[in-house]
C-alpha cells in the first residue's frame, strides 16, 4: 500500500452499499473533487481506491484470509519475477517508498510497464467494486499523494471504460474458447511472417501473438499481454478467427458473466452507468454522511432508477419471453439486487403486468 500523510483524518462519507450503489458513491466523489481513502468492506473481500482531487490515484483488493498481495499484479503479468518481487517488497517495507518506483529503480521494470500496470489494477478493483451490492463503507479525508508513473484517472473515464467492458463481453464471450485452455500458433505463422512490414495483425492482435508459445493459458497470455480482458478477448478471437491460432479445449468458462442472465444483469449495470454519467443524476445528496434521499410513496422515480428496472424487466422478458407477474421476480431471478428494487415500486399496484405489456405506477400511495 503506498504511504500517505495523515494531515487531516476524517470520516467525509460512509454508509453502506445496500443503499448506495458503488458507482453513485464513485461518482460523488469524483464530482466533488475530494481527496482521500474510500474504504469497503464486503464479503469476501477488502477494497481500497484512494483519490486525490476527485481522480483515482492507486487502489487496492484482497480477499479476507489470505495473504498480503502487495504487487502479485506484477508476477501476473509477467513484469517481474517472485523473487524480484520479494526482494522489492523488502526493500519497501525498510524505504517507504513505492512498489512501482523500486521496481523501475532496480531497473526490473520500466515506467511504462509500471503504469500499465498499475492503471490494470485499478480497472480490475473498479470492476470489482460495481459487482457490489452490499458492505459498509467509509471515506476518509487524508493527504494522499499520486503514483509517479500512473497519471491520475477521472471517476468518469474508468467508469466509461468498464461500461464498455460490460456492454461489449456478451458480443464476444460465445467466441471465447476457456481462459484455461492453452492457445496454439498455427501453420500459418510462416505466412504472417512473410508479410514483415506489412503485417496485417493490430497492435493487441500481434502482442498477443508473440506471447503465445504453446504452453500458457490464454489467461496467463492475456494477464502477460497486460492489454485487459476485453482487448485481450478482441485479439485471442480475431487471431482465432484468421486463423493463426487453434484451441482445442472446451468453450464456455469464463471469468467474468457467462450465463444469460449474468449477462443480462451486466447489461443492467452498463445501462445504470451510462444514465449517471449522461444524466448526471445523483441520489446521495451533499449530506456530510451520505443521508439518503430516496424516493418515497408518492414521489416519481428518478430517470436512473426507472431505467434500471425497465432494463432489468426486459431482460427478464428475453429470457422467459414475458414479463414477471411480479416484480419481486426480477430480485429473486438475480437480475435486480433487492438495494436497487426502488422503494416506491414495492407497494402493492405499483408494478402492474397487462398481458404483453406492464405498468410502472411509483406514485400509488401503500395500502392502510
Known amino acids: 500500500m503506498p504511504p500517505y500523510e495523515k494531515e487531516t483524518d476524517e470520516i467525509a462519507l460512509e454508509g453502506d452499499l445496500r443503499r ?193 508459445d504453446g504452453a500458457r493459458t490464454l489467461r496467463e497470455v492475456i494477464d502477460r499481454s497486460r492489454l485487459g480482458d476485453l482487448e485481450g478477448a478482441k485479439a485471442i478471437t480475431a487471431l482465432i478467427s484468421r486463423g493463426y491460432v487453434v484451441v482445442e479445449q472446451r468453450r464456455g468458462s469464463f471469468s467474468v458473466p457467462g450465463t444469460f442472465l449474468n449477462r443480462a444483469w451486466g447489461f443492467v449495470v452498463a445501462t445504470a452507468l451510462l444514465g449517471i454519467l449522461v444524466g448526471g443524476t445523483w441520489l446521495l445528496g451533499g449530506a456530510p454522511h451520505a443521508t439518503p434521499t430516496l424516493p418515497t410513496p408518492g414521489m416519481t422515480l428518478p430517470p436512473l432508477d426507472r431505467a434500471r428496472v425497465e432494463d432489468a424487466l426486459e431482460a427478464y422478458r428475453l429470457a422467459y419471453g414475458h414479463y414477471p407477474d411480479r416484480i419481486v421476480q426480477l430480485v429473486e431471478d438475480g437480475l435486480l439486487p433487492l438495494s436497487a428494487l426502488p422503494e416506491p415500486l414495492r407497494y402493492a399496484g405499483a408494478y402492474v403486468r397487462k398481458g404483453d405489456d406492464y405498468r410502472l405506477d411509483p406514485r400509488i400511495e401503500s395500502a392502510p
Open 20 to 212: 448506495f450503489r458503488p458507482e453513485e458513491v464513485l461518482q460523488f466523489i469524483g464530482t466533488s473533487e475530494k481527496t482521500g481513502i474510500l474504504e469497503v468492506r464486503a464479503k469476501p473481500m477488502d477494497l481500497e481506491v484512494h483519490f486525490r482531487d476527485g481522480r483515482i490515484v492507486f487502489s487496492r483488493a484482497e480477499l479476507r484470509g489470505t495473504h498480503d498481495a502487495s504487487g502479485a499484479i506484477f508476477v501476473r503479468t509477467g513484469v517481474v519475477t517472485e523473487e524480484n518481487l520479494a526482494y522489492a517488497l523488502d526493500l519497501q517495507k525498510r524505504s517507504l517508498k513505492r512498489l512501482g518506483t523500486i521496481l523501475v529503480e532496480l531497473g526490473y521494470a520500466t515506467p511504462t510497464q509500471v503504469g500499465d500496470v498499475l492503471r490494470l489494477q485499478v480497472q480490475e478493483d473498479a470492476l470489482k467494486l460495481l459487482k457490489l451490492s452490499e458492505g459498509p463503507f467509509t471515506f476518509r479525508t487524508v493527504a494522499v499523494s499520486e503514483e509517479p508513473y500512473l497519471p491520475p484517472i477521472p471517476v468518469e473515464q474508468m467508469l466509461l471504460d468498464c461500461l464498455r467492458l460490460l456492454d461489449e463481453w456478451p458480443t464476444i464471450a460465445g467466441d471465447l474458447p476457456s481462459f484455461d485452455a492453452v492457445p496454439k500458433l498455427t501453420d500459418q505463422t510462416g505466412e504472417l511472417l512473410a508479410h514483415g512490414a506489412d503485417n496485417p495483425l493490430e497492435r493487441g492482435e500481434m502482442i498477443l501473438y508473440e506471447l503465445i
